[in-house]
């Protein structure tokens, strides 16, 4: 494996085919960004390519570009259900935004078929479109998978195969459904795999399928955009809403990305911004591919100023001029960080990350400060936010506890959870999970010495587990 060293240019030096040049200079594009200038010239030749660069830094018209050519190049027909290229997303959001950036790129070619199949929406759309032929398919695993059992798409013919955020599609447990659609894969091939981060099991992942690759890495794995300015605010759980709605009340945040680590915090929040008079909506896994779309069209159109979302569309949200990016909820990965504030400061622009740490998330601060290899400024905590006293639960609705890091129950020494069966009150636990207390005991002392949990999260009795509802790791969002 060489290490390919970037190196800025013009697009006419590359290579590239007239009409390619003519689309570029259509939407605007005349200088290469780092990763395009580095990996088009190899992409040409046809070499395997693994480029690591964060998100918003023009990876799709680094593979997509050569792709195009390359596939132009010859005039080969198209078959029903046969593509000849091969990109896999791991978000609904991501796989539609190349899809569109594809079909510009290629709006000076005559002939070329690009199709995006997802989960979420109904079958017939995508099986006709694979069936009048494509060149290009755009796909998450998932969804690719039910077709290729439904034998509406075979891959035999596949020229050309992309891995696009790579370490993405690892974390949401894609691993088993990508092993899988490789193995169908001719192994004559051109491979690229395009990632933010490169962790072992990525570097497995290139060992196996890319030969001989070159590598571009334009910025060190990990690291945030320059131009971010980045900020965390120390706040507890209770504090966090009043804190993000006096934000909000700068006329400067204009366009914001508000992350939250659950569903359902992604729901409360946007829910109380609308009560606040902020316009808001969340975007989420559970919501409907409609529901997601409008949300995304809102946002970009200004009709929505804030978008509340979760993980899942860290890296699938491309909508230009986002002015700030808070981080609601600490993510429990720090690589997560990365992608999340790369929503802000693209295409060159500017643009600010707010964080709120609460106490229980001091940990994952850090975490992100060693893998970011920079501290984060401190601001402080808005007068009017500042609890009058020490932080307790009393005076915090239990909704604002449940984004909170989930706890793994406490396990008794035959392996099995507490919280299947609580202890009595002589440490015998109840198949039902009652607990039977001893009849001496009244039940204002039961509740007298109930564990209790701080404001920061710190504490917790085991009713308190099982209030995130974890996705299953691999199922198609």
């Known amino acids: 494996m060489s290490l390919a060293k970037v190196t800025l240019t013009q697009f006419t030096d590359l290579g590239l085919a007239a009409p390619l040049l003519q689309a570029l200079a259509t939407i605007g594009h005349t200088v290469p960004t780092p990763i395009q200038a580095g990996a088009i010239p190899h992409l040409l030749t046809g070499r395997d390519l693994i480029g690591i660069a964060q998100t918003g830094t023009g990876k799709t018209a680094a593979f997509g570009l050569p792709m195009l050519q390359r596939l132009t190049a010859t005039n080969v027909q198209w078959r029903p259900c046969r593509p000849r290229a091969l990109i896999l997303a791991p978000t609904r959001e991501l796989a539609t935004q190349i899809a569109d950036s594809l079909k510009q790129l290629a709006q000076h070619l005559s002939g070329v078929r690009i199709a995006v199949v ?110 971010i300015d980045q900020q965390v605010i120390h706040v507890g759980h209770a504090q966090k809403s009043a804190l993000l709605a006096h934000l909000l009340g700068d006329a400067r ?32 896994g559970n919501k409907s591919q409609t529901a997601r779309e409008k949300a995304l069209a809102g946002f970009r159109g200004g009709e929505l100023r804030v978008l509340v979302a979760t993980d899942l569309a860290a890296r699938g949200i491309d909508v230009h001029g986002i002015s700030h990016v808070v981080n609601f909820d600490l993510p429990n990965e720090p690589e997560s960080y990365v992608h999340r504030i790369g929503r802000t400061a693209r295409a060159g622009a500017s643009g600010t990350a707010v964080a709120f740490c609460a106490p229980d998330e001091r940990s994952m601060l850090k975490a992100i400060e060693r893998t970011t290899r920079q501290a984060i400024p401190v601001l402080a905590l808005p007068a009017f936010v500042m609890p009058a006293g020490p932080q307790t639960p009393a005076g915090a609705r239990e909704d604002d506890r449940r984004d909170r890091q989930p706890r793994r129950p406490q396990r008794n020494s035959h392996g099995k959870s507490y919280a299947q069966g609580k202890s009595n009150g002589h440490g015998k636990a109840h198949a039902n999970g009652h607990s039977k207390r001893p009849s001496s005991q009244p039940k204002s002392a039961a509740r007298h010495h109930a564990p209790s949990r701080s404001a920061g999260g710190g504490g917790g009795s085991l009713s308190d587990i099982g209030f995130l509802r974890v996705s299953p790791r691999g199922q198609e969002r």
């Open 118 to 227: 997802f989960g979420g929406v109904g079958y017939r759309p995508q099986v006709d479109a694979l069936k009048r032929g494509v060149d290009i398919l755009v796909a998450c695993p998932g969804r690719l998978l039910d077709l290729i059992e439904q034998r509406v798409c075979d891959l035999s013919g596949i020229e050309t195969l992309v891995l696009d955020e790579a370490d993405r599609m690892f974390d949401m447990g894609f691993i088993h459904a990508i092993r899988r659609i490789v193995a169908m894969v001719p192994k004559e091939r051109q491979t690229l795999l395009f990632s933010a981060t490169m962790p072992s099991e990525i570097v497995a992942l290139t060992k196996a399928y890319l030969s001989n690759p070159e590598r571009v890495e334009v910025t060190p794995q990990a690291t945030t955009v320059e131009k």
């Open 253 to 284: 945040w204009s366009r914001t990305i508000v992350f939250t680590r659950t569903k359902h915090g992604a729901n409360r929040v946007a829910e109380r911004l609308e009560k606040q008079g902020i316009a808001a909506s969340a975007i989420h």
